[in-house]
């Protein structure tokens, strides 16, 4: 079954938005609990949040104007499914994954 490389993009809060409250978050955990119960066939790896990194060059370089991945990346994830559309749709349904702060970008994986 083909892999998909599923990485959460952080994105600009609307001016009007407000981080979940700590019940909400507490709401959102269950869920998640339930998601993955419920995709655990699919689910080949979970990741987890990015923390610090370094870039690195053909010449060794290692800073420089680059962005930092984790603004933009807050965190991955490898989901298995029959193609892309099926891959989305367990993504999407990620609980506190996709919504007014974020997103994920669904990849495919090809192994040679």
Request: with cysteine; charged share 25%; proline share 10%.
């Amino acid at each position: 079954m083909p892999r998909y490389l599923c990485l959460q993009r952080s994105l600009p809060p609307a001016p009007d938005s407000t981080p979940p409250s700590p019940a909400e978050m507490q709401e959102i955990y269950a869920r998640f609990g339930a998601w993955k119960a419920q995709f655990e066939d699919n689910l080949v790896d979970l990741g987890g949040r990015l923390g610090e990194g370094r870039l690195v060059t053909e010449d060794g370089r290692s800073d420089g104007p680059f962005v930092e991945v984790k603004e933009l990346v807050g965190g991955y994830m490898i989901v298995s499914a029959d193609d892309l559309e099926g891959a989305i749709r367990i993504a999407a349904a990620c609980p506190g994954v996709v919504g007014p702060r974020s997103g994920i970008e669904v990849v495919e994986i090809f192994v040679p």
